[in-house]
């Protein structure tokens, strides 16, 4: 990864940047991604608390973390304000996540609930 977000000084030596969200979700680095979420304040596709979550919990489903992603997932729809929001793909991602976990009852539930 480091060798794509490497550029050119003034003096021609090659200097490392740190990597944004955007610049480890376009190269697949989902434990990237994850890790600037965590401990850089990301900009752009991140515009709430909720979307940071959301973006956690897809980075972890991409780790294979799929413990993680549903734990992020159970407390998104634990939130009071959420229920509004909550949308056909995020039910649909929730299911998959069970699906992965062979939680096959619950992923059917959450498939269908949506």
């Not at 977000?5 to 955007?22: D, V, W």
């Amino acid at each position: 990864m480091a060798r794509k977000l490497r550029r050119r000084n003034r003096k021609g030596n090659e200097k490392t940047k740190a990597p944004t969200f955007n610049d480890c979700l376009s190269i697949r680095d989902f434990v990237g991604a994850y890790t600037v979420l965590k401990h850089a304040s990301p900009t752009g596709l991140i515009q709430s608390d909720e979307d940071q979550q959301l973006w956690s919990a897809y980075c972890l489903f991409h780790q294979g973390n799929f413990e993680g992603a549903k734990d992020v997932y159970l407390a998104l729809t634990s939130l009071e304000n959420t229920e509004q929001n909550i949308s056909k793909d995020f039910t649909d991602l929730f299911a998959v996540v069970y699906y992965h976990l062979r939680m096959f009852e619950q992923a059917k539930d959450a498939a269908t609930e949506g």
